[in-house]
């Protein structure tokens, strides 16, 4: 974990760097798939005393108490921990917009996870992830609606109350929908109505999607019938994303907007290897890796890919090649496309840099002048590079892992392991925080190969860098060092 951790990947992660009341801090937050999960900020938003109204006895008393209302019980599964919980309940929770909903619409309960009777409803409830958001019928205690996380707008968070609201006035339950699709005996209401249940629940679309084309779309399609696809097709496979593909520029058109083709055509790409990996399926997932160009991903977008679906049908033997390829991959580039990775990744960290300092509430010159500092830090600078850096020493230090097991890598994967490593050393020397535990790794695969006093000047290197650049905890490498030198 610290090798994966410690190096920033500028993919996942986004680090500001703030000035706020004459001190300097970090703002580290993670993006997810449908989501941001807020982990840490230090930044005080304006809030407002009218919030959401907790009830303050137990689980049951609060179900009841929703029964007898005939509201929903809305439960709040954090634990003590737990970042974004904390940043929900002190950004989101006292906010009046957040409060006029939930208070209106229903019972409200806080339950922590890990303490009383909090350690039976998070197994009754299958919790798993914090924070959980659990919508409860008050009758039965049955889930009408959960999600997992913390989004990144108020809008959102009160977005999960109204599915849920959807939810409960929904007279059919999600199996009484499939039993009537799969009998096959329902009409384009029935059908648009199903679909439309199975995007609240984030269930893939594709079977019901083709069946509502085949039978109630006739060409030329409708304007309707065409924003109705493109709402509820959420991916590349099927007669749904040709329809869309033939009728881009009308949907542009629609959205008013340029990109939206574009964005929408990328974002369902990805819902597409992520389905064939959810589903193990080979055959779909090597046709759909086979058009990344066609969709102008490059290769370290296809090995994440390839490592989720590698991993998840246990193909250590395609697993190993994936990771060989990649990282030979990166080893081989050029100079030049090393720093075209960073312009990129400078380019799109710009960007989110932009937002994020926005949705913070900065303006004007306060804002550029955050912004500017965050654009000359070199994590930003060089992000490409570190980027690559990461990746090639997570591969290395897998490697390097497996001496004390019984898979035991032969000399050849030693050596091949050091070489990503060197690489991985030579590109994260602008940044300290991710040459540190890189360089170390470096070391460890040079003693493991007999060559002491190469890793040890290595080892005293980074040691020295971080003393420099004032690294607080070098505990761990000054350890190793000395280990070394017996």
Same mark, same amino acid.
């Given at each position: 974990?610290?090798?994966?951790?410690?190096?920033?990947?500028?993919?996942?992660?986004?680090?500001?760097?703030?000035?706020?009341?004459? %001190?300097?801090?970090?703002?580290?937050?993670?993006?997810?798939?449908?989501?941001?999960?807020?982990?840490?900020?230090?930044?005080?938003?304006?809030?407002?005393?009218?919030?959401?109204?907790?009830?303050?006895?137990?689980?049951?008393?609060?179900?009841?108490?929703?029964?007898?209302?005939?509201?929903?019980?809305?439960?709040?599964?954090?634990?003590?921990?737990?970042?974004?919980?904390?940043?929900?309940?002190?950004?989101?929770?006292?906010?009046?917009?957040?409060?006029?909903?939930?208070?209106?619409?229903?019972?409200?309960? +806080?339950?922590?996870?890990?303490?009383?009777?909090?350690?039976?409803?998070?197994?009754?409830?299958?919790?798993?992830?914090?924070? =959980?958001?659990?919508?409860?019928?008050?009758?039965?205690?049955?889930?009408?609606?959960?999600?997992?996380?913390?989004?990144?707008?108020?809008?959102?968070?009160?977005?999960?109350? =109204?599915?849920?609201?959807?939810?409960?006035?929904?007279?059919?339950?999600?199996?009484?929908? +499939?039993?009537?699709?799969?009998?096959?005996?329902?009409?384009?209401?029935?059908?648009?109505?199903?679909?439309?249940?199975?995007?609240?629940?984030?269930?893939?679309?594709?079977?019901?999607?083709?069946?509502?084309?085949?039978?109630?779309?006739?060409?030329?399609?409708?304007?309707?019938?065409?924003?109705?696809?493109?709402?509820?097709?959420?991916?590349?496979?099927?007669?749904?994303?040709?329809?869309?593909?033939?009728?881009?520029?009308?949907?542009?058109?629609?959205?008013?907007?340029?990109?939206?083709? +574009?964005?929408?055509?990328?974002?369902?790409?990805?819902?597409?290897?992520?389905?064939?990996?959810?589903?193990?399926?080979?055959?779909?997932?090597?046709?759909?890796?086979?058009?990344?160009?066609?969709?102008?991903?490059?290769?370290?977008?296809?090995?994440?890919?390839?490592?989720?679906?590698?991993?998840?049908?246990?193909?250590?033997?395609?697993?190993?090649?994936?990771?060989?390829?990649?990282?030979?991959?990166?080893?081989?580039?050029?100079?030049?496309?090393?720093?075209?990775?960073?312009?990129?990744?400078?380019?799109?960290?710009?960007?989110?840099?932009?937002?994020?300092?926005? %949705?913070?509430?900065?303006?004007?010159?306060?804002?550029?002048?955050?912004?500017?500092?965050?654009?000359?830090?070199?994590?930003?600078?060089?992000?490409?590079?570190?980027?690559?850096?990461?990746?090639?020493?997570?591969?290395?230090?897998?490697?390097?892992?497996?001496?004390?097991?019984?898979?035991?890598?032969?000399?050849?994967?030693?050596?091949?392991?050091?070489?990503?490593?060197?690489?991985?050393?030579?590109?994260?020397?602008?940044?300290?925080?991710?040459?540190?535990?890189?360089?170390? =790794?470096?070391?460890?695969?040079?003693?493991? +190969?007999?060559?002491?006093?190469?890793?040890?000047?290595?080892?005293?290197?980074?040691?020295?860098?971080?003393?420099?650049?004032?690294?607080?905890?070098?505990?761990?490498?000054?350890?190793?060092?000395?280990?070394?030198?017996?």
């Amino acid at each position: 974990l610290k090798r994966i951790n410690e190096v920033p990947h500028s993919q996942s992660y986004i680090f500001l760097y703030l000035i706020s009341n004459n %001190q300097t801090n970090y703002l580290h937050m993670k993006f997810q798939k449908t989501f941001l999960v807020i982990a840490c900020t230090l930044l005080s938003f304006n809030l407002i005393a009218q919030g959401i109204h907790f009830e303050t006895g137990t689980f049951s008393e609060a179900l009841s108490k929703a029964a007898k209302l005939k509201k929903p019980l809305y439960v709040d599964v954090f634990t003590t921990w737990c970042g974004p919980c904390k940043m929900m309940a002190k950004n989101y929770f006292p906010n009046k917009k957040v409060g006029d909903y939930f208070n209106e619409h229903f019972v409200n309960f +806080q339950i922590d996870a890990e303490k009383g009777e909090g350690l039976v409803v998070a197994k009754k409830y299958a919790v798993t992830g914090y924070p =959980t958001n659990l919508f409860l019928d008050g009758k039965s205690g049955s889930v009408v609606y959960r999600t997992s996380g913390m989004p990144s707008e108020v809008d959102g968070f009160i977005n999960f109350g =109204t599915v849920a609201m959807l939810e409960t006035n929904d007279p059919m339950t999600l199996q009484q929908y +499939q039993n009537k699709y799969n009998a096959g005996k329902y009409d384009e209401a029935f059908l648009k109505k199903y679909i439309e249940k199975n995007k609240r629940l984030d269930i893939n679309n594709d079977a019901p999607l083709a069946q509502y084309i085949k039978q109630f779309v006739v060409m030329p399609i409708s304007e309707e019938q065409l924003v109705f696809i493109a709402t509820y097709q959420n991916g590349i496979v099927g007669n749904g994303y040709k329809i869309m593909a033939d009728n881009k520029d009308a949907l542009n058109k629609h959205f008013k907007s340029d990109g939206y083709w +574009q964005n929408w055509q990328e974002r369902a790409y990805r819902n597409s290897l992520s389905n064939a990996i959810d589903n193990k399926n080979q055959v779909l997932f090597d046709d759909l890796i086979a058009r990344s160009k066609e969709f102008d991903q490059d290769e370290t977008f296809v090995h994440y890919y390839q490592q989720g679906f590698y991993t998840a049908t246990k193909n250590k033997i395609a697993l190993k090649k994936s990771n060989e390829t990649f990282a030979n991959f990166i080893v081989n580039l050029s100079p030049q496309a090393i720093e075209s990775a960073n312009a990129k990744m400078r380019s799109e960290l710009e960007k989110q840099i932009t937002w994020q300092v926005g %949705q913070m509430g900065y303006k004007d010159d306060s804002a550029q002048i955050i912004i500017d500092l965050n654009l000359n830090l070199p994590r930003v600078q060089f992000a490409g590079q570190l980027n690559y850096a990461s990746s090639l020493n997570t591969l290395a230090w897998a490697i390097y892992e497996q001496i004390e097991t019984s898979n035991k890598p032969s000399n050849e994967e030693l050596k091949m392991a050091r070489l990503w490593a060197q690489k991985a050393y030579e590109f994260s020397k602008p940044e300290t925080e991710s040459f540190l535990p890189i360089a170390d =790794t470096y070391a460890h695969l040079l003693f493991a +190969q007999n060559q002491k006093e190469a890793a040890i000047k290595i080892q005293r290197e980074a040691i020295e860098r971080g003393k420099k650049d004032n690294i607080e905890d070098l505990k761990d490498y000054e350890d190793y060092l000395a280990e070394m030198m017996k």
